[in-house]
């Protein structure tokens, strides 16, 4: 029986890496399928892990109709019998929609991979419809780690180092002058703000403790209250040091 099936977790959980497994596998077994994806760090039309795996891959669009893709395919005389679909968090409900269809009436095996909640905790909604239609949800068991060495359970967006929990949903890599993802964007092109993520565990992501913010108070031998946010002290600069 075909299945529709969402692979989940946060980043750096291996999803990409256990994308390019499945499909090698069952090439391996004598099986043709097609990849997908959308905004990989490795450019257009990839599916890359942070391992180095790397491969080609049919970049999805908005206008991309996956039940079209499917049947075009066959109409020219290929082999369809499964789909991997990386980054499936930036697909829309209705791409998901079609997603599900291929699998109910094409009898395709449908492997999605995606990131469940984004750097607000909010859920994709992409990832949100894969949960609800799909015949499985499998959480990785490749455990992502907070700095603090907990396990992480949350994504978080940095600009400049400075967590933030504001801006557009979608933000892949460096951002383009004047889209600073919640910040305001420098006319100097050297000074343009650098956007980058992190996986933390719960209890840093609601104190707003990242990697850099943590080092910062280790080497002032300060320790953050439980009440205190994070990105007041860093965007008005460190603490001062203590005096001996």
Same mark, same amino acid.
């Given at each position: 029986m075909a299945e529709l099936v969402f692979?989940? *977790?946060?980043?750096d959980c291996g999803k990409s890496t256990l994308a390019l497994q499945m499909d090698y596998n069952h090439r391996a077994r004598g099986r043709d399928g097609v990849r997908f994806s959308r905004n990989d760090r490795a450019g257009v039309s990839r599916i890359?892990?942070?391992l180095g795996l790397e491969t080609d891959a049919v970049e999805v669009l908005d206008s991309t109709d996956f039940w079209d893709e499917v049947v075009r395919?066959?109409?020219k005389g290929?082999? &369809?019998?499964?789909?991997?679909?990386d980054e499936a968090q930036f697909y829309s409900p209705l791409? @998901?929609?079609q997603l599900a269809r291929v699998v109910d009436e094409m009898e395709l095996d449908v492997f999605a991979f995606g990131i469940t909640a984004d750097f607000r905790t909010r859920l994709f909604p992409g990832s949100q419809r894969l949960i609800e239609l799909a015949d499985r949800v499998q959480v990785l068991q490749v455990e992502a780690l907070c700095w603090c060495g907990r396990r992480a359970t949350q994504n978080a967006?940095? @600009?400049? *180092? &400075?967590m933030v929990v504001e801006g557009e949903q &979608? @933000? @892949?890599g460096d951002v383009d002058r004047g889209t600073g993802g919640g910040a305001t964007a420098s006319t100097d092109s050297h000074l343009l703000p650098v956007v980058g993520y992190e996986t933390l565990c719960r209890r840093h992501y609601m104190r707003r403790v990242t990697a850099h913010g943590a080092n910062v108070l280790a080497q002032h031998d300060q320790l953050l209250p439980f009440d205190t946010d994070a990105c007041v002290w860093n965007a008005a600069g460190p603490p001062p040091a203590k005096e001996s």
């Open positions: 692979f989940s *977790g946060t980043m890359s892990s942070r395919r066959r109409t290929g082999r &369809v019998d499964y789909l991997i679909c791409q @998901v929609e967006r940095t @600009v400049d *180092g &400075v &979608v @933000v @892949v």
